[in-house]
C-alpha cells in the first residue's frame, strides 16, 4: 500500500477527487464504489465541481455504494440513499438507473448480497472504491471479527459504530443493523483509495499500516491488495 500524508482535509479531498475524475477520464463507463460518512465529503465536492467546470462526465458511469441501514426506509434523511444524493447524485450529471445500493429492508439478506455480487460483476467490476477507516478499524460496516468476509451481508454494528453514527440520528434511534459489502468484495476492486483524517482514526491506521494481516481489524487486508492509496492527515498518521 503507498500511504501519502498530507496537511488538509481539503487538500487530501482534492488528491483522491482527482483519481476518481482521472479514472472516469479514461474510461467513461467507469464503475465507481462509494462510501458514505464525513471523510468522503471534500472528495465529493471535488468530484462535483470538476464535473461543474465541464472537465468530466459522470453520465455513463455506474456506482455501487458499499452499506446502507437496514429498518430504515430509503428516502428517510439519515439513511445512506439520501447522504449520497444530498451529497454527490444531485451535484453530478450521474443517470440515477446506474445507481446501485444494497437493500436494508430486503427480506432475505442471502439473496440480495447474490443480486449485488451480479449486477457488481454484470457492470464488469469496480474500476476504483472509496474508504473510509472507523475508529475499530472496519471498513464499510465489516466489523472486527475472528474471519474476513467475503460478500455482502447482514452484520449487527457494534457498540463503537453506534456511538460514532448515533449524532447523526434525532427523530429515530439509529439501526443496530446494516447490509455491507464483505472484504472479498471490496478486494476485488481494481484499485483503492482510503482515507483517514482526524485523531480518533490514529490507532485503527497505525493497527492497519503497522500491524498484521488480522480481521481483528478489518483495514488491515489491505496490505495484500496489489493497488491501493492510503491518504492521511498529520492528526490520523500520529501513531506512525
Ligand atoms: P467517518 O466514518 O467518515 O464518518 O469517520 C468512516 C467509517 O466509519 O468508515
Given at each position: 500500500?503507498?500511504?501519502?500524508?498530507?496537511?488538509?482535509?481539503?487538500e487530501?479531498?482534492a488528491?483522491a477527487?482527482?483519481?476518481?475524475?482521472?479514472?472516469?477520464?479514461?474510461?467513461?463507463?467507469?464503475?465507481?464504489?462509494?462510501?458514505t460518512?464525513?471523510?468522503?465529503?471534500?472528495?465529493?465536492?471535488?468530484?462535483?465541481?470538476?464535473?461543474?467546470?465541464?472537465e468530466?462526465?459522470?453520465?455513463?458511469?455506474?456506482?455501487?455504494?458499499?452499506?446502507?441501514?437496514?429498518?430504515?426506509?430509503?428516502s428517510?434523511?439519515?439513511?445512506?440513499?439520501?447522504?449520497?444524493?444530498?451529497?454527490?447524485?444531485?451535484?453530478?450529471?450521474?443517470?440515477?438507473?446506474?445507481?446501485?445500493?444494497l437493500?436494508?429492508n430486503?427480506?432475505?439478506?442471502?439473496?440480495?448480497?447474490?443480486?449485488?455480487?451480479?449486477?457488481?460483476?454484470?457492470?464488469?467490476g469496480?474500476?476504483?472504491?472509496?474508504?473510509?477507516?472507523?475508529?475499530?478499524?472496519?471498513?464499510?460496516?465489516?466489523?472486527?471479527?475472528d474471519?474476513f468476509?467475503?460478500?455482502?451481508?447482514?452484520?449487527?454494528?457494534?457498540?463503537?459504530?453506534?456511538?460514532?453514527?448515533?449524532?447523526?440520528?434525532?427523530?429515530?434511534?439509529?439501526?443496530?443493523?446494516?447490509?455491507?459489502?464483505?472484504?472479498?468484495?471490496?478486494?476485488?476492486a481494481?484499485?483503492?483509495?482510503?482515507?483517514?483524517?482526524?485523531?480518533?482514526?490514529?490507532?485503527?491506521?497505525?493497527?492497519?499500516?503497522?500491524?498484521?494481516?488480522d480481521?481483528?481489524?478489518?483495514?488491515?487486508?489491505?496490505?495484500?491488495?496489489?493497488?491501493?492509496?492510503?491518504?492521511?492527515?498529520?492528526d490520523?498518521?500520529?501513531?506512525?
Open positions: 500500500m503507498k500511504v501519502i500524508t498530507m496537511n488538509t482535509a481539503a487530501i479531498g488528491a477527487g482527482s483519481m476518481f475524475v482521472q479514472t472516469v477520464q479514461n474510461k467513461e463507463n467507469a464503475v465507481l464504489g462509494l462510501a460518512g464525513a471523510t468522503p465529503l471534500p472528495t465529493y465536492d471535488y468530484m462535483a465541481q470538476a464535473c461543474a467546470r465541464g468530466v462526465s459522470f453520465k455513463k458511469v455506474s456506482t455501487f455504494n458499499l452499506d446502507e441501514y437496514c429498518d430504515l426506509p430509503q428517510h434523511k439519515n439513511s445512506y440513499f439520501t447522504f449520497m444524493s444530498e451529497n454527490l447524485f444531485s451535484r453530478i450529471d450521474v443517470d440515477m438507473q446506474n445507481v446501485h445500493f437493500n436494508g430486503a427480506p432475505d439478506a442471502e439473496a440480495e448480497s447474490r443480486r449485488y455480487a451480479a449486477e457488481i460483476e454484470a457492470a464488469g469496480i474500476d476504483i472504491q472509496f474508504l473510509g477507516i472507523g475508529r475499530n478499524g472496519h471498513i464499510a460496516f465489516n466489523e472486527p471479527s474471519k468476509t467475503n460478500d455482502a451481508f447482514k452484520v449487527h454494528l457494534t457498540e463503537s459504530t453506534i456511538e460514532a453514527n448515533s449524532i447523526y440520528f434525532d427523530d429515530v434511534p439509529m439501526p443496530h443493523y446494516a447490509m455491507t459489502m464483505g472484504i472479498g468484495s471490496i478486494m476485488r481494481k484499485k483503492i483509495v482510503l482515507v483517514a483524517t482526524g485523531k480518533s482514526k490514529a490507532e485503527a491506521v497505525r493497527a492497519m499500516i503497522c500491524g498484521d494481516i480481521p481483528h481489524c478489518p483495514a488491515s487486508i489491505l496490505k495484500a491488495h496489489p493497488d491501493c492509496t492510503i491518504f492521511l492527515d498529520e490520523a498518521a500520529s501513531l506512525l
